[in-house]
């Protein structure tokens, strides 16, 4: 038997809803749609200004009050927590379900709402996230009344008959029910975070002329009006213009919104007057990073596009675009891209806020400026190398993210020098003396002013430490004075060798320069742990260094260096009162008395090396401590000198080869701060 030929192709509406594709994310695109939906059929009503309103009825779960309930007695109840969205209702007096607009609702991919962007596919975005559909209709036929009502879900559509109605006017309610929790999950939550969305969404019915209708969300009596909402946003009217993309005309809407508004810069991507993607600016134009400013105040900057290319290339769904990212193939000239696209954009937005722009640029100048020269001037030789791009920094940001920026420029300096340096090690192929001295000439100005940046950054370190040593010495608010151990650690970390910390964490410096440079170094370790003592010795003294070098003069033709220094650095709490004989109570007995057991010891260098004649190697001891009555008493007692500051004393004991030395906190920062000043004086830091 020969079936009968068909006209048309029939659709199943299971399949189709399949093949519709709604991101989780997207959740409240259906209840856009209907809105738009709305818009259009207002639009079609022909309702003078004013008339035309939409109303959206948000539908949540019941919530019971929260009591606070305490030994049985009920008290006041407290606030009532809305429940979960579960239903939206659209309700407008447009020109609703009329036959014409029936039988379009009844064909799918219909092209009945073509030039107004339709696609007949808005009521299967309904269906992908919520269960069914239930609208009422009250339309016009000839001058009377009638009201059509039907349901929709994912078997179909049930009913749809018409009948005359008892009232004058027309409406239509569209009521989206069992939001599906996938869908219901990241979807915002409270009214204004909807109006929100949904102005974003609508903003070209907005700011086109003669506006949009009204729009009323309704929250359990909680009224959003869009309108308002909209006045709230504006910082000024929108600027258009047109552009043109490779033949492509391209609508640009310039919007400013106030600060509050949104949180960062965007351009919107536009289809059928409806907002369908955002791509943030941030990081694409130089100088647009946070809020902007003119003379109305602070603002948030968007672009909204549109074009007839977009429109056409839209998805079904209304949530990208079938647009190539680059096309360098065959058609580069003709296809436009996404690149082409955004590169225009961004261009004629830089145009649109080069005012802004040029004022952040100066503030974020001197930011930078004054970043550097009042609290990291290590950065000041690179500043001249950084193009205005790169130092067009947010000048809000703090100062730890200014100098992560900068230090990030400075690693990359640092890495081109070393590449360059060692291509430099050899003239290229048939390279000519002169250029290659040329090449040579510029690498050694380029080194030249890096590890000037490194110099400022030792000496901007010692302002630090300095800084930190003045506040540590004095009297806190309680009265109280801090332990020593913090002090200590500030000269040089606890309980650890130079094997173990930094160079450029300790800060030997502070007592006397020539530390910087030791061939062993012991904080807190007891003596029978330190290699260069050889001693058994349980004690701990707080810092001990050994001094290995080469004397320039005397030369000598054994493998060990002929001449050595031991330093002993003890340190006492500030203030600390109470020194009385005896080595567990005089500071200066104290470290004699570890230098007296280092020498019996028997000195080796870190390497284990034996160094001849340590018995007799040169000592110094160092006390660092406030001058109290009972530590004059034992400066006396030793018959210490007063140094001419009256903030010291020093020795020199003969029966023990060591200098000794007392030096007071305040002799101590004083001193430093003295050795130090012309450097401070030479990168602008203040002295005091």
């Excluded at 968007?302 to 675009?321: G, K, M």
């Excluded at 060798?497 to 930094?502: A, F, G, H, P, Q």
């Excluded at 060591?658 to 203040?686: H, M």
């Amino acid at each position: 038997m020969v079936p009968k030929p068909r006209i048309g192709i029939e659709t199943n509406l299971g399949g189709r809803l399949r093949n519709t594709p709604l991101p989780f994310s997207h959740g409240l695109l259906p209840l856009f749609e209907a809105v738009v939906n709305s818009i259009h059929g207002i639009e079609e009503a022909h309702l003078p200004a004013g008339v035309g309103e939409i109303r959206i009825i948000i539908d949540r779960e019941p919530q019971a009050r929260l009591f606070d309930a305490k030994d049985g007695d009920t008290k006041a109840p407290g606030p009532t927590p809305k429940g979960e969205i579960i239903s939206f209702t659209v309700v407008d007096n447009g020109i609703g379900f009329d036959d014409e607009n029936f039988e379009a609702f009844m064909t799918l991919d219909t092209e009945h709402k073509a030039s107004k962007g339709g696609r007949g596919i808005g009521r299967l975005l309904w269906l992908k996230a919520f269960e069914r559909v239930a609208i009422k209709s009250s339309y016009l036929r000839e001058e009377k009344v009638f009201t059509r009502e039907f349901g929709f879900s994912a078997s179909g559509i049930i009913g749809g008959a018409t009948v005359p109605a008892d009232g004058t006017g027309r409406a239509t309610t569209v009521q989206l029910t069992g939001f599906g929790p996938r869908y219901r999950a990241p979807t915002r939550k409270t009214a204004e975070g909807i109006a929100n969305a949904l102005l974003e969404h609508c903003l070209w019915y907005f700011v086109r002329p003669g506006g949009s209708p009204a729009i009323v969300i309704d929250d359990d009596g909680e009224r959003t009006v869009l309108d308002d909402l909209f006045e709230l946003h504006m910082h000024r009217a929108a600027v258009s213009e047109q552009v043109n993309v490779k033949g492509e005309i391209f609508d640009l809407l310039h919007v400013k919104l106030r600060a509050h508004a949104s949180a960062s810069h965007a351009i919107a991507y536009c289809a059928d007057n409806r907002l369908v993607t955002e791509e943030k600016l941030s990081g694409k134009i130089p100088g647009l990073h946070s809020k902007l400013k003119d003379d109305e105040g602070e603002f948030v900057y968007q672009c909204y596009i549109s074009s007839s290319l977009l429109d056409a290339a839209v998805r079904p769904e209304r949530s990208s675009f079938n647009i190539p990212e680059e096309d360098d193939g065959l058609f580069e000239a003709s296809v436009v891209s996404w690149k082409d696209i955004r590169d225009t954009i961004i261009g004629k937005a830089t145009e649109h806020l080069s005012p802004q722009l040029a004022a952040v640029r100066e503030r974020a100048d001197t930011r930078v400026q004054s970043f550097v020269s009042t609290k990291a001037p290590r950065y000041r030789p690179i500043l001249d190398r950084l193009s205005k791009d790169e130092l067009n920094i947010d000048p809000d940001i703090s100062d730890k993210e200014l100098e992560l920026t900068l230090h990030r420029h400075l690693a990359d300096f640092e890495r081109e020098l070393i590449h360059e340096g060692h291509d430099l090690l050899a003239p290229r192929g048939n390279e000519s003396a002169d250029n290659y001295r040329t090449r040579v000439q510029a690498y050694l100005s380029k080194a030249e002013d890096i590890k000037r940046s490194d110099l400022a950054n030792y000496v901007a370190h010692r302002r630090v430490v300095l800084d930190l040593l003045a506040a540590a010495i004095k009297r806190k608010p309680d009265g109280r004075y801090e332990r020593e151990d913090l002090i200590h650690t500030l000269i040089m970390p606890m309980r650890t060798t130079s094997t173990e910390v930094l160079l450029d964490n300790c800060n030997l410096w502070l007592v006397d320069e020539r530390l910087a440079f030791h061939d062993y170094l012991a904080s807190d370790k007891t003596l029978s742990t330190m290699p260069i003592t050889g001693s058994t010795s349980g004690k701990e003294p707080d810092i001990v260094a050994l001094n290995v070098f080469d004397n320039p003069i005397l030369v000598s033709a054994s493998p060990t260096p002929p001449l050595a220094s031991i330093v002993v650095i003890e340190l006492k709490r500030p203030m600390r009162d109470g020194a009385q004989p005896g080595e567990e109570k005089d500071p200066i007995e104290q470290a004699i008395g570890y230098l007296d057991r280092i020498r019996q010891g028997k000195v080796m260098t870190a390497q284990g090396r034996p160094i001849p004649s340590s018995e007799d190697i040169p000592g110094f001891c160092y006390i660092i401590c406030d001058i109290t009555s009972s530590m004059e008493e034992r400066c006396r007692m030793h018959d210490l000198t007063r140094t001419s500051d009256g903030l010291g004393y020093f020795a020199y004991k003969k029966n023990f080869k060591a200098y000794v030395e007392v030096i007071s906190f305040d002799r101590l920062v004083t001193a430093a701060k003295e050795r130090n000043k012309a450097f401070f004086d030479k990168l602008g830091l203040p002295t005091c």
